[in-house]
């Protein structure tokens, strides 16, 4: 506690933490059900594909397991995944991971960079739905029908980095990507995990520590030819 010349208390300081868990299964009825519909707690992409028995993900785990998400870039509907805004404090730690498939590293995955402007447009529809934009006098600010914002003109370095950090190769160019903007929509840090084990459903996973308040963008991408599950 800390208080003022009289005694009386003007703040308390508490070491005390909390833990909020957010899982996509997919699934029509996950088990246990999630406190709201999943669709509301993430952005979905158009398609949900059901897995198919004696696909590696099939009941994977030996846990009822019968939906994913299937990316490839061929399909513009396909591009983007599943993803989730999170607003985040400095000081918050998050814990992020997905799990992920495909078959084969092939030399048709080791192609140039895919055009920019044509991933962002897919992220806008699956993180903002129909969306305007922002009269603050740079065009650059998006906001959603469902209120999410996304500054395009930051979202286009944090794609170019990430391109740039991953050149093209045999494996296929599918990531769960991370981005933390601050208060003001501003690109403060982010990077993207790259699958990387062909024939075997493999986990992605990261952990970041929060260093500004703001807003964390979460989804999955595949920017190659090679169907890729997550």
């Known amino acids: 506690y800390i208080t003022d010349h009289l005694g009386n208390t003007r703040a308390i300081i508490t070491e005390e ?43 994977y785990n030996g846990v009822a397991n019968r939906k994913f998400i299937r990316l490839n870039y061929a399909d513009a509907n396909r591009r983007i995944g599943t993803g989730k805004v999170l607003r985040v404090m400095s000081g918050d730690q998050v814990d992020l991971g997905v799990l992920s498939y495909y078959q084969t590293n092939s030399q048709e995955n080791n192609t140039s960079n895919q055009i920019i402007n044509d991933i962002l447009n897919q992220l806008v529809n699956v993180l903002l739905g129909p969306a305007s934009v922002v009269p603050n006098g740079k065009g650059n600010i998006l906001q959603g029908a469902n209120g999410v914002i996304l500054n395009k003109e930051d979202f ?14 045999t494996v296929p160019k599918a990531y769960l990507n991370y981005a933390l903007f601050d208060d003001n929509f501003q690109l403060v ?3 993207a995990l790259r ?3 062909p024939g075997e459903v493999a986990p992605l996973t990261g952990r970041i520590n929060i260093s500004k308040n703001g807003y964390l963008y979460v989804y999955v991408s595949n920017e190659s030819v090679e169907p890729v599950y997550f």
């Open 156 to 169: 286009t370095t944090f794609v170019q980095n990430n391109q740039t950090q991953n050149p093209p190769s």
């Open 195 to 197: 699958v990387s084990q």
């Open 189 to 191: 840090s982010g990077s």
């Open 17 to 59: 933490t909390s833990q909020i868990a957010y899982k996509a299964t997919h699934e029509d009825s996950p088990v246990p059900a999630p406190p709201a519909p999943e669709r509301e707690l993430f952005s979905f992409p158009s398609n949900v594909d059901n897995i198919q028995s004696g696909h590696k993900f099939y009941d």
